[in-house]
């Protein structure tokens, strides 16, 4: 039983960096969502793509969040250079989506990327 | 943004005590879901309530859902140690853009 995979677990990285994070979802699945979740707070939704559509792409956070979804499978989300606001945990969903319309599919996460900015 | 927001923001009980949160939202819904949250994890899903549906049960999961108060609650009955981690309600929007949104979550401590 393969789920949602998201790798590295965690990344450590200096003020100013660039980072890449990647997102495997289920291979089925259809539609794919990048979230951040900070401490004591609930997931903070950023983009999500419709197979290698990007349908929203307004929450990212600032111009130097940007993400990918080549070839409708993986993706990845890159951060460019790095402030110490970015540390945060990075979670990954990914969802099937069963016609056009559909608004009551489940969302299965990955265990998400710890970020650390020093 | 967080539409939906939970209350309590943190909840202590002995084992086998239920368990109760509410989660508040904002704007009209298609459907609105429960997931659950162990400490460091992803999100897993618990439960869907959809807007024209009033009450649902899973096992020891007791979901209503009041649209007129745009409120939802999750029970938990006889709960159990392993049911400690954080539970968070996810409103998903009736038009314009599917975005899942998140409140802030309940962090529920069951004591053995």
């Known amino acids: 039983d393969t789920g949602v995979s998201q790798d590295p677990r965690h990344k450590i990285t200096k003020r100013g960096q660039n980072v890449t994070f990647r997102c495997d979802p289920i291979s089925e699945h259809n539609r794919l969502y990048w979230y951040r979740q900070t401490l004591g707070q609930g997931p903070e939704f950023l983009t999500y793509?419709?197979?290698?559509?990007?349908?929203?792409k307004s929450r990212l956070l600032s111009d130097r969040f940007s993400a990918e979804r080549p070839k409708g499978s993986f993706s990845t989300l890159e951060i460019q250079r790095t402030e110490q606001g970015d540390s945060a945990m990075y979670l990954c969903?990914?969802?099937?989506?069963?016609?056009?319309?559909?608004?009551?599919?489940?969302?299965?996460f990955g265990s998400g990327t710890q970020l650390s900015v020093l | 943004s967080q539409q939906g927001e939970e209350d309590p923001q943190a909840l202590s009980i002995q084992e086998g005590e239920n368990a109760t949160m509410n989660c508040s939202y904002k704007?009209?819904?298609?459907?609105l879901q429960w997931y659950r949250q162990n400490s460091g994890r992803g999100l897993v899903h618990l439960i869907l309530?959809?807007?024209?549906?009033r009450e649902k049960h899973s096992g020891r999961l007791r979901v209503t859902l009041d649209t007129s108060k745009k409120s939802s609650s999750l029970l938990i009955t006889a709960s159990r140690a392993a049911d400690t981690a954080s539970y968070f309600c996810?409103?998903?929007?009736?038009?314009?853009?599917?975005?899942?949104?998140f409140g802030r979550g309940t962090s529920l401590i069951v004591h053995p």
């Open positions: 996810a409103t998903i929007p009736s038009g314009g853009s599917y975005i899942p949104t």
């Open positions: 969903a990914s969802s099937l989506v069963r016609s056009a319309g559909s608004r009551d599919e489940k969302l299965f």
């Open positions: 793509f419709q197979n290698e559509a990007q349908l929203e």
């Open positions: 309530i959809r807007s024209n549906e």
């Open positions: 704007t009209s819904i298609n459907n």
